[in-house]
Antibody, heavy 117, light 107 residues
Framework: QVQLVESGGGLVKPGGSLGLSCAAS????????MNWIRQAPGKGLEWVSY????????HYADSVKGRFTISRDNAKNSLYLQMNSLRAEDTAVYYC??????????WGQGTLVTVSS | DIQLTQSPAFLSASVGDRVTITCRAS??????LAWYQQKPGKAPKLLIY???TLQSGVPSRFSGSGSGTQFTLTISSLQPEDFATYYC?????????FGQGTKVEIK
């Protein structure tokens, strides 16, 4: 069965960096595009970033462009999100998502990132 | 960027009620719209994609309609398990964007 397991969340100071990972299993990872979606505590959903199956096509939300970098390693069945220059407003649960919005999609359980001094 | 405006933000309804949630896009998005349901502490669940296609396994009381800039999600007879927050998502152009959500509460 499809499984997506995020890791790497935690507490970081404003201006700091953090890297998230998403381990995928149960499907051919290299065949699918992937996304990161986040949700601030008590707030709505925000799409963060997209990466195509080969890693050549990448898109970002305006709010993270220039600070976050999405990448993937198809040999390791893993998705990544490198977050730099973190701000308080980046505090959220970050979800790794396969196949967002065009039919059956799969979400991880999420990992909490807290940006606070 | 395309903005999605959902209405209402909050909805109080009773079991058995017909409920309609609207999502308006700031520019035309064809039928590139999905609807999600989220319950507290859980990841969102896809209900509808391509504006009107019911995701497999989703009860038929859920339906979606619309194209261009105006979309609706209808629950024909609200059930206890439907009390949740609902979001629309546009996938017409990057950056993809969600509506702000509609919380459906028990009257």
């Amino acid at each position: 069965q499809v499984q997506l397991v995020e890791s790497g969340g935690g507490l970081v100071k404003p201006g700091g960096s953090l890297g998230l990972s998403c381990a995928a299993s149960g499907f051919s990872f290299s065949d699918y595009y992937m996304n990161w979606i986040r949700q601030a505590p008590g707030k709505g959903l925000e799409w963060v970033s997209y990466i195509g199956n080969s890693g050549r096509t990448i898109h970002y939300a305006d709010s993270v462009k220039g600070r976050f970098t999405i990448s993937r390693d198809n040999a390791k069945n893993s998705l990544y999100l490198q977050m730099n220059s973190l701000r308080a407003e980046d505090t959220a649960v970050y979800y790794c998502v396969r196949d967002l919005g065009f039919g059956e999609d799969y979400w991880g359980q999420g990992t909490l990132v807290t940006v606070s001094s | 960027d395309i903005q999605l405006t959902q209405s209402p933000a909050f909805l109080s309804a009773s079991v058995g009620d017909r409920v309609t949630i609207t999502c308006r896009a700031s520019q035309g998005i064809s039928s590139y719209l999905a609807w999600y349901q989220q319950k507290p502490g859980k990841a969102p669940k896809l209900l509808i994609y391509a504006a009107s296609t019911l995701q497999s396994g989703v009860p038929s009381r859920f339906s979606g309609s619309g194209s261009g800039t105006q979309f609706t999600l209808t629950i024909s007879s609200l059930q206890p398990e439907d009390f949740a927050t609902y979001y629309c998502l546009q996938l017409n152009s990057y950056p993809w964007t969600f509506g702000q959500g509609t919380k459906v509460e028990i009257k």
